[in-house]
């Protein structure tokens, strides 16, 4: 966690404590309320399904928890009395709606195979590790249900320390498969159950920073920075703009503090900013945003997805020297090495992918500051573009006319 949020500052700051309260708003609809899922409403409802699960359940997980290391049973069944049968009721429903999501997600990937689960960029390290979650989240709820299923039976028996409580609709179903065990038997698989919810979580626990599920941590600060512009607005250059006007007015003053730009557009990874970074580590690799980029459904080479997880392996990458160095060394490589020419002129900076985007990444905003890099420091561009910028720079208009013909079509 703290190598991630040192790769993160890598970026270049920017100021986003604006308007706190629209933020707030925004973290609220987009991360807690899931505002963005409903474009897809299968989906959207089975990740309900987990998402609350993963939230409400943890408060059975905790009373798990303090009665393993300190000896007792059920110690919220007291205290809690009605209301605690009703929780362990509403635990086990979602336990067992975790489940079917499970096998649901499975199901669409790897049965109906649906199309934005798969890509040049899903394969190895990705698709094994949607896999691994959705195993792991059956492996965690069957566990807790297999806990509530002997543990009722244990109290069937009127086995010593299980005192009578909590209420099971969903495991006991499964009682009557343990129903002629003994009490000693009934506790070992109580203890087996147990160990394997308990390793399972923090075993989850410390894998999420390396998997996409890292989501489930970043979608709440990522939403909360989200740019609050307007989609069609883009970022401009403050540095060109000052040189522009220092060039025109010669009598003009630089800004206290100015310094004269020594690189445009973006190169590497740490000439994005930070939220750019966050966005990466942020990145669900649903896919939602290249199922709509016009781009790729034409054919292209462009992911809007891939371009996150470039940038979040690049940004791995650096972090790594650094670690390895305690400073970073010139690799001789670069983000243009992950992301070719080809993904980034195919952009048509729509926006698509900024709009569907669940979580709020803004994939366009890093293609476009990688172009303006090939664009002022390479001076690198499709013919198409630089014909265009040639009768700018020469006629004032995209076009191959004289600046005196430009209003001649008022004209008719």
């Known amino acids: ?160 320390h299980y005192i009578q409580a909590g209420t099971f609709p969903i495991s006991s179903f499964i009682v009557p498969m343990f129903s002629h065990m003994s009490v000693d038997s009934l506790e070992m698989i109580e203890r087996i159950a147990w160990w394997g919810h308990i390793i399972g979580i923090l075993l989850f626990m410390n894998y999420l920073p390396y998997s996409k599920h890292f989501h489930i941590i970043m979608a709440f600060p990522n939403t909360y920075y989200s740019n609050l512009n307007a989609k069609g607005k883009l970022n401009n250059m403050e540095s060109v703009t000052t040189e522009v006007k220092l060039m025109m007015d010669p009598s003009a003053q630089p800004p206290e503090g100015y310094q004269a730009p020594t690189s445009f557009g973006v190169k590497d990874v740490t000439d994005l900013t930070w939220k750019n970074l966050m966005d990466a580590y942020t990145c669900t690799e649903c896919g939602r945003c290249t199922s709509v980029c016009p781009a790729n459904t034409t054919g292209k080479l462009l992911s809007p997805r891939k371009i996150m997880m470039d940038t979040r392996d690049r940004l791995e990458e650096v972090g790594a020297n650094i670690d390895k160095n305690k400073t970073f060394v010139d690799d001789n490589k670069n983000l243009h090495d992950y992301i070719s020419e080809q993904e980034l002129w195919a952009c048509t900076t729509c926006q698509a992918c900024v709009q569907i985007c669940p979580v709020n990444i803004n994939p366009m905003e890093i293609i476009v500051e990688m172009r303006r890099f090939k664009v002022m420091e390479q001076s690198s561009a499709p013919q198409e573009l630089n014909s265009m910028f040639t009768n700018i720079e020469n006629n004032g208009a995209p076009w191959q006319m004289a600046q005196s013909a430009r209003f001649d079509w008022s004209q008719e």
């Open 1 to 160: 966690m703290v190598s991630i949020r040192r790769n993160i500052l890598l970026g270049r700051d920017i100021d986003l404590s604006d308007n706190s309260s629209e933020r707030w708003k925004t973290m609220a609809m987009v991360a807690i309320g899931q505002g963005k899922m409903f474009t897809r409403p299968l989906a959207a409802v089975m990740h309900i399904f987990v998402y609350v699960g993963f939230i409400l359940i943890n408060m059975e997980v905790l009373e798990i928890l303090i009665d393993g290391v300190f000896g007792t049973h059920r110690i919220f069944a007291s205290p809690l009395g009605i209301i605690y049968d009703g929780a362990m009721a509403f635990f086990e429903i979602l336990a067992f709606l975790v489940i079917v999501a499970c096998v649901v997600f499975l199901f669409r990937r790897y049965i109906v195979k649906v199309k934005r689960f798969s890509g040049f960029e899903m394969r190895a390290f990705p698709v094994k590790d949607a896999t691994t979650i959705l195993f792991v989240e059956i492996v965690l709820m069957s566990c807790l249900l297999l806990l509530n299923a002997v543990d009722k039976n244990l109290q069937n028996l009127q086995a010593e």
